[in-house]
């Protein structure tokens, strides 16, 4: 290592890489003590989580992007069912394909045309969603032995919550979608954070 200090810094990095290499090409298992790249994912992770919180500060503008945003996938989506229905023509079920591209492509442009609708559409099936799951849950509940108590409370819990969003409509349908825009980021963020100070200790990035 004293050789390497009486060297330029750039000649010292390339001798440095050269070791490395030759090491991990000796052992697969090894692992620097830097995992490459970990400040980039450290920045991912660090501007999703402020994306979330403002997501939360900002609930409708969230909501509103989350529709618009939706809306323009599934008019992607949509072309490309339309196309393959058309192009395809050993295909058997084009026509499903093109009635599916078509109804796609409507349900994408009220969704980034007309955001609100898109958002009551959403909040809409979140409380179906919640509300499945609750009596699924509470059925379940009354048939287990094992944590029965903890699956009716859940299940009531989802029912009541599908209840309160649905009573609360239109409101809870500008603020909802946001709300769960902002989680999903928050989330993904902390999970980024984590992966990243890993990797920089020589874990590898994105692994258990």
Not at 60 to 85: E, K, R
Not at 176 to 191: A, D, E, H, K, R
């Amino acid at each position: 290592m004293g050789k390497l200090r009486n060297r330029g810094p750039e000649q010292s990095l390339r001798i440095r890489s050269q070791i490395r290499g030759t090491i991990m090409a000796s052992d697969p298992d090894f692992v620097p003590t830097t995992g490459d790249g970990w400040g980039w994912i450290l920045a991912y992770g660090i501007v999703s989580v402020i994306v979330g919180l403002l997501a939360f500060a900002w609930p409708f503008a969230a909501t509103y992007a989350a529709s618009v945003v939706i809306g323009i996938f599934l008019i992607a989506a949509g072309v490309v069912s339309v196309i393959a229905g058309i192009t395809g023509r050993n295909h058997q079920p084009r026509t499903y394909a093109i009635a599916f591209g078509v109804v796609t492509v409507i349900i994408g442009l009220i969704m980034a045309l007309e955001p609100a609708t898109g958002a009551l559409s959403l909040t809409l099936l979140v409380v179906i969603w919640l509300a499945v799951r609750g009596i699924m849950e509470i059925i379940l509940g009354t048939r287990v032995r094992l944590h029965r108590a903890w699956f009716l409370i859940l299940g009531v819990v989802n029912v009541l919550l599908a209840i309160y969003v649905f009573a609360t409509l239109p409101w809870s349908a500008l603020t909802l979608p946001g709300f769960i825009l902002g989680i999903s980021f928050i989330f993904g963020g902390v999970t980024s954070i984590m992966s990243a100070l890993a990797h920089r200790k020589g874990a590898h990035a994105f692994t258990a």
